[in-house]
């Protein structure tokens, strides 16, 4: 959940300051700039075929991370770079190289830099995919994971006061008063021997130990890691599950209760500020940025300030990019015009291909087998979908909306599919603006509680197709409006520590949320008309079955009696 704070920015002291410390530090954040070197190949159609999947810049991110890193050096107030990795397209030997100059120049401009690396920083059997005309290529890529430590070392683990190699994790000291924990979570969850991303027993009490020793001598944490703790909506948490960092739930959890309140974080490429609290009443927020080369192409300012028991974000977008031609377009708004035609694509597809849509889907981090799977249901809702208009939807939720036809006027011929396409543009780019009081919210949502009933009518639980799921608008809905943090700016109120002798105040109870689209009762009348709709086509179906058999016969008795004209009974 994303708390109670409401798309704004706020502070609040009512549980009192943490520990003042020293002056407000402030770092500028970035994640997966997937740097792909030109060496790799850029040319023909088996390149061209790549890109078009391709959710990110790819042969021009040379350009857009300059101009990212030129965005960085002009702001003079800090001299803090953090990154949360992949820092190449698929870890290619040559994009490494190309990429470590471009830091080893960011730090010649007066940055000092923190990277850790991730997923797509090594690929097992030392090779990558490039491109030579026609054909997919392979080029030599980085084979062995902890390789990268000793490639990335000059930035970050040079400079730790603890490290763990295993993991390659390090703590850094960045200011009096103030560490970073750069957590390497790749492939670092070993439970059983498989691999996937988390934290290991040994660096889990490795990380535990570090930040008791920083409680202890009153130093202010921020970490970074790759993986997302924290969905950014419930609709993500199911689709996007393993994209999560593996048991997040449970690692949040133990991090927030040990003084560890604010992850930033990457992976995904959905900018989003996300919040939770523990159950001994500790806040953990959950900073995630775009990719500098993805839609949206944005970084942040973090301004960490405990003596004011607040950290402000902001966000800093990428549009102006030399070289690269966007049709005199910004860079952002470029990128959305890219993002949104790969979009309707997939909608297009998931409405007549559903191979075309799971080849597609991998780009936005959604497995193509599981969309394989639920194609029976994808392939009739995408067809209904791209013919559905506010007026139609309206006409289907008049009573739940509680709208007028005069109401919804000028909005009655625009289709819903395109409303579909911006909520999905806006999961990634965040603060989606539709909230309670707005039509398409009441619309939307007075429809799925149709789609609801019917399902309560029938017994049949969405959670029995989408594990977590409790309804079809409670997945949803979260995709139209932001009720917690600002996910572009915002500023986020720190606490103390509260355990069990330093217990949390009881907080005021959150106001009773007036919702304004009615619970729907056409549960059983769509179950009737469904019936019926069944009884027509198998009547249809009888008919056209007895329609054929009494032709059939007709021939028949025609051919054995010899007489031509017994056809006639038939006709």
Same mark, same amino acid.
């Given at each position: 959940? /994303? ?119 090594? /690929? ?20 062995? /994971? ?91 948490? +199911? ?225 029995? @197709? ?59 009348? @769509?179950?009737? +008309? ?11 179906? @009888? ?29």
């Amino acid at each position: 959940w /994303r708390g109670v704070f409401g798309c704004r920015n706020i502070i609040s002291h009512e549980y009192g300051n943490v520990d003042p410390g020293n002056a407000p530090l402030k770092i500028q954040f970035i994640t997966d700039p997937h740097y792909y070197s030109r060496k790799g190949g850029t040319e023909g159609k088996a390149y061209e075929k790549a890109e078009a999947k391709s959710q990110k810049v790819i042969k021009d991110s040379d350009l857009v991370i300059k101009a990212g890193f030129d965005l960085l050096c002009a702001d003079t107030s800090t001299d803090i770079v953090v990154l949360a990795g992949d820092t190449t397209r698929d870890g290619e030997l040559a994009s490494h190289a190309e990429f470590i100059e471009m830091l080893r120049d960011l730090k010649k401009r007066g940055k000092r830099v923190y990277v850790i690396t991730a997923t797509h920083d090594y /690929r097992d059997g030392g090779v990558a995919d490039g491109y030579d005309g026609d054909k997919k290529i392979q080029v030599p890529a980085v084979e062995e /994971r902890h390789d990268l430590w000793q490639m990335y070392y000059e930035f970050g683990p040079n400079e730790a006061i603890a490290t763990h190699p295993d993991s390659m994790s390090y703590v850094v000291q960045l200011a009096p008063g103030y560490r970073l924990f750069a957590l390497n979570d790749d492939t670092n969850y070993k439970p059983e021997g498989e691999r996937g991303s988390g934290y290991s027993d040994d660096c889990m009490a490795w990380i535990l130990d570090q930040l008791e020793d920083a409680r202890k001598n009153d130093q202010f944490v921020i970490a970074m890691t790759h993986h997302p703790m924290i969905a950014p909506s419930p609709f993500y948490a +199911i689709i996007g599950k393993g994209d999560m960092q593996r048991n997040h739930e449970t690692t949040r959890e133990i991090f927030a209760d040990n003084g560890l309140q604010c992850m930033l974080t990457g992976h995904t490429h959905i900018h989003d500020i996300s919040v939770v609290e523990t159950k001994k009443g500790n806040t953990f927020y959950d900073i995630a940025c775009g990719a500098m080369i993805g839609c949206p192409p944005t970084m942040r300012n973090i301004t960490l300030d405990p003596a004011h028991a607040k950290v402000d974000v902001e966000t800093v977008t990428i549009t102006d990019v030399p070289g690269l031609d966007t049709g005199g377009k910004p860079f952002d708004r470029y990128m959305r015009t890219f993002f949104f035609g790969m979009i309707s694509e997939l909608l297009d597809a998931a409405a007549t291909d559903i191979d075309h849509l799971a080849e597609m889907t991998d780009a936005f981090s959604v497995p193509g087998e599981k969309v394989k799977k639920l194609g029976w249901l994808i392939k009739p809702i995408a067809k209904w979908l791209n013919k559905l208009t506010f007026k139609k939807a309206w006409r289907l939720c008049k009573k739940e909306s509680g709208l007028t036809k005069k109401d919804i006027a000028d909005i009655a011929d625009h289709r819903v599919v395109d409303f579909i396409l911006e909520l999905v543009q806006n999961l990634y780019c965040g603060d989606s603006p539709y909230g309670p009081d707005t039509r398409e919210y009441k619309i939307c949502c007075g429809l799925l509680n149709v789609i609801d009933a019917f399902l309560n009518t029938i017994h049949f639980s969405i959670g029995k @197709v989408l594990k977590g799921a409790t309804s079809v608008r409670g997945l949803v809905e979260p995709l139209l409006w932001n009720p917690g943090p600002c996910d572009a700016n915002a500023t986020l109120p720190l606490y103390p520590l509260y355990d069990d002798e330093n217990t949390a105040p009881k907080k005021a109870e959150k106001p009773a949320f007036n919702d304004p689209v009615r619970p729907s009762k056409k549960g059983p009348l @769509v179950l009737a +008309i469904l019936v019926l709709l069944v009884i027509l086509v198998l009547a249809i179906l @009888v008919g056209l079955i007895a329609l054929v058999v009494w032709a059939v016969v007709g021939i028949v008795h025609a051919a054995t009696t010899g007489c031509i004209g017994a056809l006639s009974f038939v006709f």
